[in-house]
Nanobody
Framework: QLVESGGGLVQAGGSLRLSCAAS????????IGWFRQAPGKAREGISC????????DYIRSTKDRFTISRDNAKNTVYMQMNSLKPEDTAVYYC?????????WGQGTQVTVSS
C-alpha cells in the first residue's frame, strides 16, 4: 500500500513537500515514481528513483525545481517541490514497481494559485 500526503494550496513561487509512505513492502526494492494528472489531461510521470542505487530522473519541466528522495528507514519517498507554478496544479500520485508487481497511491491534490 502507498499513501501520499503533503499536498495543498500554495501561491506561485511557493514550496511543498510530498510524502509517499509504503507498507507491506520495502521501497528500497522498488523503483518509485511520482506522477501527476491535471484536469482533462493524461497522467504523466515526472520523477523517479531507482531501488538499486537511488538514481534519480526527472522530466524537463521539473528537473531544476523538484527533488525526489527516499528514506529507507521510514519506508517513505519524498518529493520536494520548489518554485511552484500554476501549471503544476494536479493530483500527484506515487507508484512503486518491481517486475510485474506494482502499487499506486490514492493521490494528493496540489493547487498552485497565480
Amino acid at each position: 500500500q502507498l499513501v501520499e500526503s503533503g499536498g495543498g494550496l500554495v501561491q506561485a513561487g511557493g514550496s511543498l513537500r510530498l510524502s509517499c509512505a509504503a507498507s507491506g513492502f520495502r521501497i528500497a526494492d522498488y523503483a518509485i515514481g511520482w506522477f501527476r494528472q491535471a484536469p482533462g489531461k493524461a497522467r504523466e510521470g515526472i520523477s523517479c528513483i531507482s531501488g538499486a542505487d537511488g538514481t534519480t530522473d526527472y522530466i524537463r519541466s521539473t528537473k531544476d525545481r523538484f527533488t525526489i528522495s527516499r528514506d529507507n528507514a521510514k519506508n517513505t519517498v519524498y518529493m520536494q517541490m520548489n518554485s511552484l507554478k500554476p501549471e503544476d496544479t494536479a493530483v500527484y500520485y506515487c507508484n512503486a514497481k518491481l517486475g510485474v508487481s506494482q502499487y499506486w497511491g490514492q493521490g494528493t491534490q496540489v493547487t498552485v494559485s497565480s
